[in-house]
């Protein structure tokens, strides 16, 4: 006989699914319990991969506006002064730097602002014409500050900006006057509303923005506080910031580099403690599912003595009984795979929908779950199965 | 057909081997129907169950069907169970779960028989022992002589070379008893069917062309050689 004909089963592989299927049927309630361990595992892994999968598309999605290529260094006084550093410098990164695309000096600050009717504390943004295209805000109303505004005097209002210094009869818009500290500017256009991003160095909705360069009039150092750095494709931004720290670096100010990629890569690492936790559970939950099937299995094979001996007496080859039981094992976890699929996906539903995402499948983990399953029948199935197939089908017969 | 030269078995410890079978030499034409008997203890179980491969012998050589058996392989010996020998059981051994035609059929599946030739066979089988209208019948919804009838179908369906029955009627009353043996005689004598039939009945054993005696592990009759 060949070698093909020793390894396989005789009995065609079809007839032996349809067996194990009527056996595991048979068992009824038993089979069911035996599935439960495995089905919270593979409910538990496909939640994880699941949410795993929405989470990182949530945080990107934060970063999605700006790429994940800023940078932002931020100037801290360290004593009495205002911190600052050289505007020129900041601008002249893009040419000194090779990392820097483009940078964007900015001085924010915060301060009392006065419409005709009404008062408030309000960001002050500095802003060179730059930002609008690098923060993209969307002009309402008017237009935005240009070039050729120098210090102009004239403001834009962000958006709730413009409704807190709105009074009944006198709407803060373009045209209307605000005085920001001592000085009185020309509102000259209002921002829609910004969704704030994670690298926003103020709050966008709620500021006033002059030019940079009536920064020294209207905020407390006349330098900027901010730099806001693109960086080239495929740059790192840990070596890059420490760079352009050091670049700027001046006495009195404290320099801090916030870079996309270290916030992504700390949000992942926070991610990835929850995605072990569930995977911890879940192999554990897969791994107890197993022993729970291999001794539903073993029992099996000693409840069904007989007819193993039965089976062996009529010509059923060692390996016919081994793959009956190994494939009942299978189909045994593979039901509960299912089962624990649908179960992990519902409760990925869940947790998207407490964490207010929008819900996202991770298609690759559909066959995954049922894989995993099967895999588990097919090792933990193998030892009951060993066992049947070594059974004296004398004493088998034998059996009661 | 069968040949048996010199079959010893022993059980136990090496050191203290309790004897059942010694020096067992003996030879089944075709077509024959032996009675093996004996009282409980002679041996005459694991002669049977020598030469339905289900046990191998210490010493001796045994030839079955043209083949020297060697045991070698697990795997060939439950191939040459499947291809020689059917088996008839005490306690007809019918899976519970599995209705008259399937159980008949079982042996045909690991032939790798297609289903619909199976289930041919197998009602063919059901007619020639008389059972056709129960062809969907659990073994619970059978009575005792039909469930053997069963059994002595899956046995058949197979067209081994040799039956082998194990007190095929040691679970029912002398009536069917009967009706059993006189449907061994029938195969026998209408198909050429070899039999070899383990009893310790010796009325039923008359029956038989051939009655062969076991005394503490040797043949101390055979009318054969009488």
Redesign the interface.
């Known amino acids: ?1 060949s070698a093909r004909r ?1 390894l396989l089963p ?3 592989l079809g ?1 032996t699914f349809a067996e194990a299927f ?2 595991l049927r ?1 068992q009824g309630r038993r089979s069911a319990l035996a599935l439960l361990g495995i089905l919270i595992g593979t409910a538990s892994i496909i939640a994880m991969l699941n949410v795993g999968h929405m989470a990182q598309r949530e945080s990107l999605k934060l970063f999605s506006d700006m790429g994940v290529d800023m940078l932002q260094i931020l100037a801290v006084p360290t004593g009495e002064a205002a911190a600052g550093f050289p505007r020129e410098a900041v601008e002249r990164l893009p040419q000194s730097d090779p990392a820097v695309a483009a940078a964007l000096p900015l001085a924010t600050g915060r301060g009392p602002v006065r419409s005709s009717r009404k008062q408030t504390d309000l960001s002050i943004v500095a802003m060179p014409p730059g930002l609008v295209r690098l923060a993209r805000l969307p002009v309402a109303e008017g237009r935005s500050i240009a070039a050729i505004d120098d210090c102009g005097f004239g403001a834009v209002l962000g958006h709730k900006a413009a409704e807190q210094l709105s009074a009944p009869g006198a709407a803060a818009g373009v045209g209307s006057r605000v005085l920001v500290g001592d000085y009185g500017f020309t509102v000259i256009g209002v921002f829609a509303p910004v969704v704030a991003e994670t690298l926003d160095p103020t709050d966008y909705n709620n500021a006033v923005f002059v030019p940079l360069s009536c920064a020294r009039r209207v905020l407390p150092g006349a330098d900027p506080n901010v730099a806001m750095i693109r960086l080239k494709p495929g740059v790192d931004g840990e070596p890059a910031g420490q760079r352009i720290i050091a670049a700027l670096a001046r006495p009195g100010s404290s320099l801090q580099a916030m870079n996309a990629q270290r916030i992504l890569q700390t949000m992942n690492a926070q991610k990835a403690v929850h995605s072990r936790m569930l995977a911890a559970i879940g192999a554990i939950s897969l791994l107890v599912g197993g022993i729970g099937v291999m001794n539903v299995m073993l029992m099996s094979v000693m409840e069904r003595r ?2 193993i ?12 009984v081994q793959a009956l039981f190994v494939i009942e094992a299978a189909v045994l976890t593979l039901v509960g795979g299912v089962v624990g699929t649908l179960f992990g996906l519902l409760a990925g539903y869940a947790i998207a929908v407490s964490s207010g995402w929008d819900f996202g499948l991770a298609v690759w983990t559909l066959p995954l779950g049922p894989g995993v399953a099967g895999l588990i029948g097919l090792v933990f199935g193998l030892y009951p199965a060993i066992t049947a197939s070594r059974l004296d ?2 004493e088998a ?1 034998r059996a009661d | 057909m069968l040949r048996l030269s010199n079959i010893h078995k022993a059980y136990g410890s090496r050191e203290r081997p309790v004897s059942v079978l010694a020096d067992v030499s003996l030879t089944v034409d075709d077509g024959e129907f032996c009675a093996v008997l004996g009282p409980s203890g002679s041996g005459k179980s694991t002669l049977l169950n020598i030469v339905g491969l289900l046990d191998r012998p210490c010493a001796g050589e045994m030839v079955l069907g043209g083949t020297t058996i060697s045991h070698d392989s697990a795997q060939t010996t439950a191939r040459l169970r499947n291809r020689l020998l059917g088996f008839v059981f005490q306690s007809f051994q019918l899976l519970p779960r599995l209705n008259a035609w399937q159980n008949i059929a079982m042996p045909l599946m690991y032939r790798g028989v297609p289903r619909g030739e199976r289930k041919g066979r197998a009602l063919e089988m059901l007619e020639r022992v008389g059972l056709s209208e129960r062809a969907d019948h659990l073994p619970s919804q059978l009575s005792g002589g039909q469930c053997q009838r069963v059994a002595i179908a899956r046995a058949l369906v197979g067209e081994p070379r040799l039956i082998l029955a194990d007190e095929p009627t040691g679970s029912l009353d002398s009536a069917t008893a009967g009706e059993m043996i006189d449907l061994l005689g029938a195969l026998n004598r209408e198909l050429g069917m070899t039999i070899v039939m383990v009893t310790h009945d010796r009325d039923l054993a008359q029956a038989c062309g051939r009655r062969i005696e076991l005394l503490d592990g040797r043949v101390v009759a055979d009318s054969a050689a009488a």
């Open positions: 006989m020793t005789d009995a065609p007839e009527a056996n048979a007989r007819e001996g039965l089976r062996a007496a009529i010509g059923a080859t060692p390996r016919d089908p004398i017969l």
